[in-house]
């Protein structure tokens, strides 16, 4: 059973950037389809980005409102997935969680990403 943790969330200025961080632990995670969500409060959980195992093509999937600025990445040497975040805005303030997805789905306990001046 894969645990997931992440990290590199903050307090950011309109305009910057964060990078998201997911270690993997107790199993392997190049076959998963690892996946960014947040909710902001009063909100629905929102998938953010995904990205597939390489063996499915490694292909990418964003939310229309952050595309073009986030960036989804996995180091499967490292089990770590990414989320390279920039030009961040207010509206991106919420806990942003880290989801691996292989038969079954599992969570990482979320990090704050507040953008605010």
């Known amino acids: 059973q894969v645990q997931l943790v992440e990290s590199g969330g903050g307090l950011v200025q309109p305009g910057g950037s964060l990078r998201l961080s997911c270690a993997a632990s107790g199993s392997a995670i190049s076959l998963y389809t690892m996946g960014w969500y947040r909710q902001a409060p009063r909100k629905q959980r929102e998938l953010v980005a995904s990205i597939t195992s390489a063996d499915s093509g490694g292909s990418t999937t964003y939310a229309d409102s952050v595309k073009g600025r986030f960036t989804i990445s996995r180091d499967n040497a490292k089990n770590t997935v990414y989320l390279q975040m920039n030009s961040l805005k207010p509206e991106d303030t919420a806990v942003y969680y880290c989801?691996?997805?292989?038969?079954?789905?599992?969570w990482g306990q979320g990090t704050q990403v507040t953008v605010s001046s």
């Open positions: 989801n691996g997805w292989f038969f079954r789905n599992y």
